[in-house]
């Protein structure tokens, strides 16, 4: 296992970065192909431009629609990277995903399912009939170090465990960005020309809302932490916050709807202070916008009765909650 080597924000060099990792990349996949994964979250929105830097016509950019992610988010994505002269073909996964999420309720059992069906299922079929070698994705060092400290498995740590991509997959993992935390990825994101809209979101994990559904993952169950994501991200985008987010508990609790004891869901917010994910403290928020959050949520979400906010530090607890 290589030992991988931060560069730190203060030392990074984005022009001299960006085009050493242009010539790396070119210069592994050679007069071959790519397959690259975009998420439209700032990782892979870096590293999709990147590899569009290097290779043009020879990258196949694919937005996995798992059925997992934000409001209307396959869409918006594609139409942006489309405005940017970067074609990305969209590709309907849902069903592979939630088969494979079936009835499984432990964190690390899910984020094994979703490496599985994204890595073997979805992009080995892809790198098949691409004839590619090689897929490009937007591992970062924190990334690494949460899953080798054993901390949290993020979905896409692979060689870091001793996984050969070759033998497992049929095809090699490039990792551009794996030197860097997500300060410096927003710095590379605004070096290569990015909209404020990409390079600037808050972060957004791999498992999408499957990270934000405690127990089973089930279409119903990502819908309804899908509906509580938007109104805290309208709610929460004004605060300048690093990341702030919406989760579903799976226990139920006592509630009151229609002037009728309600046994309803609870959805627990947390809004993040933080440079590199590394460590983070809980935004301040006004009693009056907590108030908001909880009036909007009750009213917008079917069957919540309970909305809760996060107060415990990064560590012990974690950014994400699964």
């Given at each position: 296992?290589?030992?991988?080597?931060?560069?730190?924000?203060?030392?990074?060099?984005?022009?001299?970065?960006?085009?050493?990792?242009?010539?790396?990349?070119?210069?592994?996949?050679?007069?071959?192909?790519?397959?690259?994964?975009?998420?439209?979250?700032?990782?892979?929105?870096?590293?999709?431009?990147?590899?569009?830097?290097?290779?043009?016509?020879?990258?196949?950019?694919?937005?996995?629609?798992?059925?997992?992610?934000?409001?209307?988010?396959?869409?918006?994505?594609?139409?942006?990277?489309?405005?940017?002269?970067?074609?990305?073909?969209?590709?309907?996964?849902?069903?592979?995903?939630?088969?494979?999420?079936?009835?499984?309720?432990?964190?690390?059992?899910?984020?094994?399912?979703?490496?599985?069906?994204?890595?073997k299922i979805v992009f080995g079929d892809l790198v098949k009939k691409s004839s590619a070698k090689f897929l490009l994705q937007g591992t970062n060092y924190t990334d690494v170090e949460e899953t080798v400290a054993g901390i949290k498995r993020q979905h896409n740590i692979l060689a870091q465990l001793g996984i050969d991509t070759k033998e497992a997959y049929g095809y090699h993992v490039l990792e551009p960005l794996i030197e860097l935390r997500k300060s410096g990825i927003r710095k590379i994101g605004k070096a290569l020309g990015l909209p404020d809209e990409l390079y600037k979101r808050p972060p957004f994990p791999g498992p999408a809302l499957s990270a934000r559904v405690i127990g089973e993952v089930t279409p119903e169950r990502v819908e309804i932490v899908r509906k509580a994501t938007k109104i805290v991200e309208e709610e929460l985008s004004d605060t300048g916050a690093f990341q702030y987010l919406a989760i579903l508990h799976e226990d139920r609790v006592t509630g009151i709807t229609k002037g009728k004891r309600d046994f309803g869901l609870q959805i627990e917010v947390r809004c993040w202070e933080s440079t590199d994910a590394k460590i983070a403290v809980p935004t301040r928020l006004s009693h009056d916008k907590l108030m908001k959050l909880g009036d909007r949520i009750t009213a917008g979400v079917p069957g919540v009765v309970s909305v809760t906010y996060n107060i415990a530090r990064k560590p012990p607890s974690t950014i994400e909650a699964i």
């Open positions: 296992m290589t030992k991988i080597k931060e560069i730190p924000l203060l030392e990074l060099k984005p022009k001299s970065f960006i085009k050493t990792k242009i010539n790396e990349i070119a210069s592994m996949v050679g007069d071959g192909f790519a397959v690259n994964a975009l998420s439209g979250g700032v990782d892979s929105s870096v590293v999709t431009m990147l590899g569009f830097k290097a290779l043009g016509a020879r990258l196949k950019t694919c937005f996995i629609d798992s059925g997992l992610m934000r409001h209307k988010e396959p869409q918006y994505v594609v139409s942006i990277f489309k405005k940017m002269g970067v074609p990305v073909e969209l590709i309907d996964a849902k069903k592979q995903f939630f088969d494979a999420l079936k009835g499984v309720e432990d964190p690390e059992k899910k984020r094994e399912a979703i490496t599985h069906v994204f890595y």
